[in-house]
């Protein structure tokens, strides 16, 4: 009796241990997997028509929604020159390089002559245009200042002699006042002192 009672208890602990673990799967479900990215050929394989490797030196550079970009340096400098040129250079760079080889393939295809040479040139003639403009410019705006301030300088000095012209005019009339009271002026304008007419017509009187 007390075997079958052991064996009864170990059987319900197993069963009872062995329910969760038999649940677990069935919980929880995996992961959907990720869709397949599909990498498309960079330009310049795809111009090229050549099997674009993962580590593509001009993948980074030319994209394939812009055709044209490799398409315009293909065309002046060419494929090889173009992948020699990125590899001696470092990652750093890269993308100026490209930038300018395009810049410089627009350049020589408007220009076959002169290329980057000639819009440089242009583009210098206009700075020393606009060089000259600015400093006649400046030069008049100086010459302006310069009248502005002689014009105040002379209105200055018209105020000046504006005001000390009546104080001019009213001292030698307060001097003569103050120097001679009795005299005044005859008709002739020769001035003359009254006590010297009292003198003259006394004997009048007499």
């Known amino acids: 009796m007390e075997t079958s009672e052991t064996t009864t208890t170990t059987t319900t602990n197993t ?17 959907p997997l990720p869709p397949p990215v599909v990498i498309s050929p960079c330009a310049a394989c795809k111009i090229l028509r050549r ?26 400098f060419g494929a090889s020159n173009i992948i020699k040129f990125l590899q001696e250079l470092p990652e750093s760079q890269r993308a ?13 295809i408007r220009d076959p002559v002169y290329g980057c040479a ?21 030069a008049e705006l100086v010459n ?31 001097n003569f006042m103050i120097t001679s009271p009795h005299s005044f002026q005859t008709s002739n304008g020769i001035f003359t002192d009254d006590t010297s007419l009292g003198s003259t017509w006394e004997p009048l009187w007499t």
């Open 51 to 76: 099997r674009c490797v993962e580590k593509c030196v001009l993948a980074p550079y030319f994209p394939p929604t812009e055709p044209l970009k490799f398409t315009t340096a293909h065309r002046v």
């Open 144 to 174: 302006m200042q310069c009248q502005q301030a002689n014009l105040l300088a002379l209105i200055c000095m018209e105020m000046a002699q504006s005001q000390q012209a009546p104080l001019l005019q009213q001292q030698p009339f307060d």
């Open 15 to 31: 069963t009872g241990t062995a329910s969760p673990l038999s649940l677990s799967p069935c919980s929880s479900s995996p992961p």
């Open 96 to 108: 100026d390089a490209v930038s300018s080889m395009v810049y410089e393939a627009n350049a020589r």
């Open 118 to 138: 000639g819009a440089i040139c242009q583009l210098q003639k206009q700075v020393n245009e606009l060089q000259a403009q600015l400093a006649k410019a400046q």
